[in-house]
């Protein structure tokens, strides 16, 4: 896929929309971050939230050693928290968006960004240890495709960490930035999926009420807050949580995934 190819994809103008309007980097406290997050506790903003999701995905790992993708890196928050963990030379990101690359760059000195679609993975095989994906799968075409990819390009025994949302039937038929293949009805569905594409031990974890629901609950208080107060309109409260509202029925779970790629086969002497 060429550049122009993936420049032109419409759901990047959505997201460049969105992930750069004022109000939602407020959400963030003036950060890069862009995902729903996972709340442990009550206290945390969505900051907090967003860091702990990311700590939780690496917890998935048996170490943090070697080489790493970040798949749909978003706007570089994703990548610079792996700088925790992992020296800069050994981290990679790619992303459809060159507006949230170029900002990426700006968090993350010293990775390498580039401009790539999921589903057509521009590496030799076996190039990583690692592959992470936060929150971006489900818009993928398709995800099982992208599945096959992150497979073809870990090292083996290497792993796959992601977190994914798993939208109802109708939303996955009707919304423009969601794909009818890309349906799986549940969690064991979704280990199944991971199966099928060649991993070994696929686990999947739902934390639907630790992610999406503590999300929207948050953002919906925060935004009426704001509104009560007089620092936001009508038209931009209705703006802000038209496409949450939207979601709240088409969201069915938000899982944590992983699955290892099988150990190379032994050659016979």
């Not at 959400?27 to 939780?56: I, K, P, V």
């Not at 507006?99 to 700006?106: P, Y």
């Not at 199944?192 to 919906?220: C, K, S």
């Amino acid at each position: 896929m060429d550049r122009q190819q993936i420049l032109a994809n419409p759901i990047n103008r959505w997201y460049d929309a969105r992930m750069y309007n004022p109000a939602f980097l407020e959400l963030y406290d003036g950060t890069e971050w862009a995902n729903f997050g996972y709340t442990e506790s009550a206290g945390d903003t969505r900051l907090q939230a967003c860091r702990n999701l990311m700590e939780r995905l690496l917890a998935l790992l048996p170490d943090k050693q070697g080489s790493i993708l970040d798949v749909a890196c978003g706007k570089g928050e994703t990548t610079r928290h792996l700088l925790n963990h992992y020296p800069a030379h050994r981290v990679t990101g790619i992303n459809i968006s060159e507006k949230q690359l170029d900002t990426a760059r700006t968090r993350a000195p010293g990775v390498d960004f580039r401009l790539m679609d999921a589903v057509q993975l521009e590496f030799a095989d076996a190039s990583f240890n690692t592959v992470i994906c936060v929150e971006a799968a489900f818009h993928f075409h398709t995800r099982q495709q992208f599945l096959k990819e992150a497979l073809r390009v870990l090292k083996p025994g290497g792993m796959l960490i992601l977190s994914d949302v798993l939208v109802s039937v109708e939303s996955a038929r009707r919304r423009p930035y969601h794909h009818e293949q890309n349906y799986l009805r549940d969690p064991a569905a979704y280990r199944g999926a991971l199966a099928e594409a060649g991993f070994d031990n696929p686990r999947v974890i739902d934390v639907t009420d630790q992610a999406w629901r503590a999300h929207f609950l948050a953002v919906a208080q925060v935004m009426h807050d704001r509104f009560v107060h007089g620092k936001i309109s009508r038209d931009e409260l209705q703006n802000l949580m038209g496409p949450a509202y939207e979601l709240a029925a088409d969201i069915q779970y938000y899982v944590l995934a992983a699955g290892t790629k099988p150990p190379a086969p032994r050659s016979v002497t």
